[in-house]
């Protein structure tokens, strides 16, 4: 779940200036073949996302995956690779 805070105004917290990114926890059965963690699906924060055990990658959950939702790496290009790149 995703908690958002207002800051700076009046009678708000302070904006923090160096917040700690926090962990997630990932439980592996003794046989590798079952894994379960507590992190939520990125795209939309109300079901477990998928753990890719080969990668180590938390994946958007299977619903999101069906509407076109992944993580990818963008390939990014050259000055001029771009201007050959038709859009």
Same mark, same amino acid.
């Given at each position: 779940m995703q908690h958002t805070h207002e800051c700076n105004g009046e009678g708000l917290l302070t904006y923090p200036l160096n917040v700690i990114? @926090?962990? +997630?926890? +990932?439980?592996?059965?003794?046989?590798n073949m079952m894994m379960t963690h507590d992190y939520s699906c990125p795209a939309c924060r109300d079901a477990?996302? +998928?753990?890719d055990g080969s990668t180590g990658l938390m994946q958007p959950c299977w619903g999101c995956q069906k509407k076109g939702y992944r993580l990818i790496k @963008? @390939?990014?290009l050259s000055w001029w690779q771009k201007l050959f790149v038709v859009k």
């Open positions: 990114p @926090k962990d +997630v926890n +990932v439980w592996c059965h003794d046989s477990s996302a +998928v753990l @963008k @390939k990014s």
